[in-house]
Nanobody
Framework: QVELAESGGGSVQAGDSLRLSCAFL????????MGWFRQAPGKERELVAQ???????YESDSVKGRFTLSRDNARNTVYLQMNSLKPEDTAVYYC????????????WGQGTQVTVSS
C-alpha cells in the first residue's frame, strides 16, 4: 500500500513562491511516476506536473517556466517549486503516484491548499 503525505501549502501574495513536498511511503519509490494535480473551486482537477523515476518531467502550459518538479529518490520525496505565483494558481494541490506499469494515477494524498492573493 502506498501512502502520500503533502506539506507546504499556504497563503501568499502574487509573485511569491512556495514549495510543496510529498513524502512517499510503503513501496519502492523508484518504481512510481509521481505527479501533482490541482483543483480550483468549480473546476475539474488538472494535472500540473509529473516526473518519472528517471526524473523526466512534464509541466502543463499554465505553469511551464514557473513551476519545477523534482524528486529525491534517497528521501522518497517529490518537490513542487512554485515561483511567480498568480491568483489563478489558487487551488487544492494533490500529490499522486502511479506504478510505472500502469497508465492511471491510483494513489492520492489528502491535498494541501494554496491561496494566492492579488
Amino acid at each position: 500500500q502506498v501512502e502520500l503525505a503533502e506539506s507546504g501549502g499556504g497563503s501568499v501574495q502574487a509573485g511569491d513562491s512556495l514549495r510543496l513536498s510529498c513524502a512517499f511511503l510503503g513501496r519502492t519509490f523508484s518504481m512510481y511516476v509521481m505527479g501533482w494535480f490541482r483543483q480550483a473551486p468549480g473546476k475539474e482537477r488538472e494535472l500540473v506536473a509529473q516526473i518519472t523515476s528517471g526524473s523526466s518531467t512534464y509541466e502543463s502550459d499554465s505553469v511551464k517556466g514557473r513551476f519545477t518538479l523534482s524528486r529525491d529518490n534517497a528521501r522518497n520525496t517529490v518537490y513542487l517549486q512554485m515561483n511567480s505565483l498568480k491568483p489563478e494558481d489558487t487551488a487544492v494541490y494533490y500529490c499522486a503516484a502511479k506504478h510505472i506499469s500502469t497508465s492511471e494515477f491510483g494513489y492520492w494524498g489528502q491535498g494541501t491548499q494554496v491561496t494566492v492573493s492579488s
